[in-house]
T-cell receptor
Framework: GAGVSQTPSNKVTEKGKYVELRCDPI?????LYWYRQSLGQGPEFLIY????????DSGLPNDRFFAVRPEGSVSTLKIQRTERGDSAVYLC??????????????FGPGTRLTVL | DQQVKQNSPSLSVQEGRISILNCDYT??????FLWYKKYPAEGPTFLIS?????DKNEDGRFTVFLNKSAKHLSLHIVPSQPGDSAVYFC???????????FGAGTILRVKS
């Protein structure tokens, strides 16, 4: 079946603009995660959804970042008033979530965001 | 505060030999440890994992060793193949894997 897909693959924007990044998880996966990977670093956790609700948003760096998953499937990461420091690859992952055992996370190819 | 550290930015190995990638962690509450492999322009791909109650897990050419007292894990690839050339990330999580904490990665290059 299809894997996790993310659109756009690349996004270039100007400082101060608003951007939306989209993630389509694997069908049937109830858990969805957003990570951010800066150059030379490993992915850094941003937020985790179980169904429609954000179960853990402790990784969002500030209130300019917001994510939604209104129907429990597709998710959108929204960044307001972008700053040059927001430039990174934004990765989405999804998994089954039984709540009783570990579940592997499957990653999408990422969206490369460049803020000029 | 880096909870998961990969101290070797890169490693170069001859085809057919063993590749050993290392990882250290500081948080004793981690329950699962994982290795992900990443090719350019692709997302990380799960490779192998180990529960904190085990000290070894093997899957084909890949073996992960966990030393809880030293808070250290390693990935062994035997024999190494040119197609193994990629960035390898060590990651750790709590009980259900909801929030992965990644190291900075090690670039492995397998020379033919």
């Amino acid at each position: 079946g299809a894997g996790v897909s993310q659109t756009p693959s690349n996004k270039v924007t100007e400082k101060g603009k608003y951007v939306e990044l989209r993630c389509d998880p694997i069908s049937g996966h109830t858990a969805l995660y957003w990570y951010r990977q800066s150059l030379g670093q490993g992915p850094e956790f941003l937020i985790y959804f179980q169904g429609t609700g954000a179960a853990d948003d402790s990784g969002l760096p500030n209130d300019r970042f917001f994510a939604v998953r209104p129907e429990g499937s597709v998710s959108t990461l929204k960044i307001q008033r972008t700053e040059r420091g927001d430039s990174a690859v934004y990765l989405c992952a999804s998994s089954f979530q039984s709540g009783v055992t570990y579940n592997e996370q499957f990653f999408g190819p990422g969206t490369r965001l460049t803020v000029l | 505060d880096q909870q998961v550290k990969q101290n070797s930015p890169s490693l170069s190995v001859q085809e057919g030999r063993i590749s050993i990638l290392n990882c250290d962690y500081t948080n004793s509450m981690f329950d699962y440890f994982l290795w992900y492999k990443k090719y350019p322009a692709e997302g990380p791909t799960f490779l192998i994992s180990i529960s904190s109650i085990k000290d070894k897990n093997e899957d084909g050419r890949f073996t992960v060793f966990l030393n809880k007292s030293a808070k250290h894990l390693s990935l062994h690839i035997v024999p190494s193949q040119p197609g193994d050339s990629a960035v390898y990330f060590c990651a750790a999580s709590g009980e259900y894997g909801n929030k992965l904490v990644f190291g900075a990665g090690t670039i492995l290059r397998v020379k033919s």
